[in-house]
């Protein structure tokens, strides 16, 4: 991939992220969170399967660094997409991904938990605004329904999981072919959620479902989910994790402009408080990007 196709590439990464709200709110009337991730990793692990086979050069040892990926797998899989799912059933589309910008913050901030990085009074008065802002808009759903802030945490649960999978997958990824690493994530993410959904009723579910539903299922599998992991794991390998994760600040313009003209959605007044809020503390912490950001240290 040559340098100057990276932030395009990152582009195209967010607006398929910022879709996925959306096509999420269409699916979920029909298939509940367990199930529809069951049906969204199986597919793409499948498809992972398939291009892995036919153009990975250098596969991940997978008895060797069965640790690693396995460690990486519930982080930027598992937990990512669980609480992602399960939180985009209670809240809106615009809220999670207004949410999910704070993804700089907390990979600075867990940079400074694990003794990476000094915490600077900049970046410190970063995090509490941009934190400000994720409990403002937090509190101001609770207002409205504690189904909607619940849905809001475990968005931000979501946010904190994948910050903790980039700051960490980057090493890997450098060593071994980032298909590999994916496709490998995929299975696991597959292994844990199929039997959930299959318990959780997907057989009748996927039958009920209308033809519509069908298609916003393909989108997810392989537009949100086997272009964007694939994208954003090459595009890792070659940039900072910090870079990666500053694009998501594109995300929410997307998904609002799709939010309304597909679900219909205004874009509610509280949203815009929080997002400034969150938006100037993510531009204060990732500034200028410390060197634990951007990918160099290695995974103990």
């Given at each position: 991939m040559r340098k100057g196709q990276h932030p395009l590439t990152l582009l195209v990464v967010q607006v398929l992220f910022g879709l996925f709200p959306v096509a999420g709110k269409k699916v979920l009337p029909y298939l509940d969170p367990f199930p529809l991730l069951a049906v969204r990793l199986t597919g793409a692990a499948f498809c992972l399967l398939v291009l892995h086979l036919l153009l990975v050069k250098n596969p991940i040892p997978i008895?060797?660094?069965?640790?690693g990926v396995l460690g990486l797998s519930l982080l930027g899989?598992?937990?990512?997409?669980?609480?992602f799912m399960v939180g985009l059933q209670f809240t809106t589309s615009v809220n999670a991904v207004v949410v999910i910008t704070t993804i700089?913050?907390?990979?600075?901030?867990l940079a400074v938990a694990m003794g990476r990085e000094k915490l600077g009074p900049r970046r410190a008065v970063?995090?509490?605004?941009a934190l400000a802002g994720v409990v403002y808009l937090v509190a101001s759903s609770y207002q409205a329904s504690w189904r909607h802030a619940l849905g809001d945490l475990?968005?931000?649960?979501?946010?904190?999981?994948y910050a903790a999978f980039l700051v960490l997958a980057r090493p890997m990824i450098q060593r071994y072919d980032p298909l590999s690493l994916t496709t490998w994530m995929l299975l696991v993410g597959t292994a844990v959620f199929l039997p959930l959904g299959l318990l959780g009723g997907l057989r009748g579910q996927l039958a009920a479902a209308p033809s519509e539903t069908m298609g916003w299922l393909m989108f997810i599998i392989v537009g949100a989910t086997v272009l964007t992991?694939?994208?954003n794991a090459k595009v890792l390998r070659h940039v900072p994790a910090s870079t990666v994760a500053i694009f998501t600040y594109v995300q929410p313009i997307f998904t609002a402009i799709a939010a309304y003209f597909v679900l219909g959605a205004p874009l509610e007044a509280k949203v815009i408080p929080a997002a400034v809020a969150i938006f100037a503390g993510v531009w204060l912490v990732a500034r200028?990007?410390?060197a634990v950001i951007e990918g160099q240290t290695v995974v103990e």
């Amino acid at each position: 991939m040559r340098k100057g196709q990276h932030p395009l590439t990152l582009l195209v990464v967010q607006v398929l992220f910022g879709l996925f709200p959306v096509a999420g709110k269409k699916v979920l009337p029909y298939l509940d969170p367990f199930p529809l991730l069951a049906v969204r990793l199986t597919g793409a692990a499948f498809c992972l399967l398939v291009l892995h086979l036919l153009l990975v050069k250098n596969p991940i040892p997978i008895r060797k660094e069965w640790k690693g990926v396995l460690g990486l797998s519930l982080l930027g899989v598992v937990f990512n997409m669980g609480f992602f799912m399960v939180g985009l059933q209670f809240t809106t589309s615009v809220n999670a991904v207004v949410v999910i910008t704070t993804i700089p913050v907390f990979t600075y901030a867990l940079a400074v938990a694990m003794g990476r990085e000094k915490l600077g009074p900049r970046r410190a008065v970063g995090i509490a605004v941009a934190l400000a802002g994720v409990v403002y808009l937090v509190a101001s759903s609770y207002q409205a329904s504690w189904r909607h802030a619940l849905g809001d945490l475990l968005v931000m649960a979501n946010a904190l999981s994948y910050a903790a999978f980039l700051v960490l997958a980057r090493p890997m990824i450098q060593r071994y072919d980032p298909l590999s690493l994916t496709t490998w994530m995929l299975l696991v993410g597959t292994a844990v959620f199929l039997p959930l959904g299959l318990l959780g009723g997907l057989r009748g579910q996927l039958a009920a479902a209308p033809s519509e539903t069908m298609g916003w299922l393909m989108f997810i599998i392989v537009g949100a989910t086997v272009l964007t992991y694939t994208l954003n794991a090459k595009v890792l390998r070659h940039v900072p994790a910090s870079t990666v994760a500053i694009f998501t600040y594109v995300q929410p313009i997307f998904t609002a402009i799709a939010a309304y003209f597909v679900l219909g959605a205004p874009l509610e007044a509280k949203v815009i408080p929080a997002a400034v809020a969150i938006f100037a503390g993510v531009w204060l912490v990732a500034r200028k990007a410390p060197a634990v950001i951007e990918g160099q240290t290695v995974v103990e």
